[in-house]
């Protein structure tokens, strides 16, 4: 065996700038307590250019030995990414539906890197068949736990301490003993400020994750076609970018992954004055022969700007992104069949969360 086969890695997926600060802590504490445990371990960004923009998806990493020495673990670990995690923790369940995080990669399955009998922890409030209904399926067994509570809020200028770090230690600590065990964790735990409260948290965390095997074949179908680079030979001469179409959009580069919630449209009582057209940044728009305005979800991040600048009351309104599998686009579903579509928009804006760090609040 060698060091490849020693060291365990736990793969963690955030929203960058909301949940950086969360992500690095959770990290650290996994880190900390691998050492408590005796063993060499260490945790790293995804990025060295830190593209972590605004819900943007983003991954740290923290890499454990089991009898590796800590310069074998820091020359193996000197990589962009690991090739496979032991471990997936993802922080807001709207990200079960793919990451693009960075580089061109394409949308990727949440579950892209998890090794074979591998574990997933996701913070939400679902349960976990409501969630297997965003998760690609595998080939093989693994395990998914819940640990219930909202999405938290901590990133590059505040730190919301509500105790997510400590929920999702926990969580791990139940489902994955071998990468950190409650002793341990405990012990860590201790050494911080206001530990009771702290360690009582890591241990209701432990006793009520709630967690089963997903069997093989379990959840859904997602195509994923990493996008193929030109080689130098097929490259033309000079710098050359060819521009998408008119009327087109960049097939391989869908920032759509960044949202955490979506503008919903009432075309009933839209009066078509376009202003959703205009302000949108990100060109997610389409004009309608009968002069409505279509989104193409895949493209939409989520800025919330449509829903501010649309001058009808309850015309645009965001809801949160877990509310939907699929993105059809809303139009499209209108014309299909306008009541169905209705009652539709109705169930959705009616389980509507309301979220710390909703930038469009809608009307
Ligand atoms: S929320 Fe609205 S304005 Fe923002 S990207 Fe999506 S469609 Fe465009
Ligand atoms: S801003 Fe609102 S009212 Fe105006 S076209 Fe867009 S959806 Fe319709």
């Avoid at 990290?27 to 945790?43: C, D, F, K, N, Q």
């Amino acid at each position: 065996m060698g060091v490849k086969d020693e060291v365990k890695y736990v793969e963690i997926v955030y929203r960058g700038i909301f949940q950086k600060r969360l992500a690095k802590y959770i990290a650290e504490g996994i880190v900390y307590t691998a050492r408590e445990m005796g063993r060499p371990a260490l945790s790293f960004g995804r990025y060295g250019d830190s593209p972590e923009r605004n819900g943007v998806p983003a991954k740290y990493y923290v890499g454990i030995g089991d009898n590796v020495n800590e310069e074998d673990l820091i020359g193996y670990s000197t990589r962009v990414e690991p090739d496979l995690v032991d471990a997936i923790i993802v922080l807001d369940d709207t990200l079960l539906k793919g990451v693009e995080s960075w580089a061109w990669q394409g949308v990727q399955p949440i579950n892209l890197k998890l090794k074979s009998n591998g574990t997933m922890l996701v913070t939400s409030t679902k349960r976990i068949n409501e969630l297997l209904k965003m998760i690609p399926k595998k080939d093989f067994n693994w395990t998914l736990g819940v640990v219930n509570t909202q999405p938290s809020f901590s990133g590059l200028w505040a730190f919301k301490d509500d105790l997510t770090m400590e929920k999702v230690w926990g969580g791990l600590a139940k489902l994955r003993p071998d990468i950190i065990d409650l002793d341990h964790l405990i012990k860590y735990v201790s050494k911080k400020q206001d530990a009771d409260k702290r360690i009582s948290t890591v241990k209701e965390a432990y006793s009520s994750v709630d967690y089963r095997t997903v069997m093989k074949g379990e959840g859904i179908d997602f195509v994923y076609n990493p996008p193929r680079l030109l080689t130098w030979q097929e490259m033309l001469e000079g710098t050359v970018i060819p521009a998408v179409p008119r009327g087109k959009r960049n097939e391989l580069f869908k920032r759509g992954t960044t949202k955490f919630e979506r503008p919903t449209v009432d075309f009933d009582i839209c009066i078509k004055c376009k202003l959703c057209w205009i302000y949108c940044p990100d060109e997610c728009f389409d004009e309608t022969p009968d002069g409505y305005y279509d989104i193409a979800y895949d493209y939409c991040v989520g800025c919330g700007i449509c829903a501010d600048v649309c001058p009808v009351k309850d015309c645009i309104v965001m809801v949160d992104e877990s509310m939907f599998t699929d993105y059809r686009r809303p139009y499209e579903m209108w014309k299909e069949n306008k009541i169905k579509y209705k009652e539709w928009l109705k169930s959705v804006r009616q389980a509507r969360k309301e979220r710390v760090y909703v930038p469009g609040l809608g009307r």
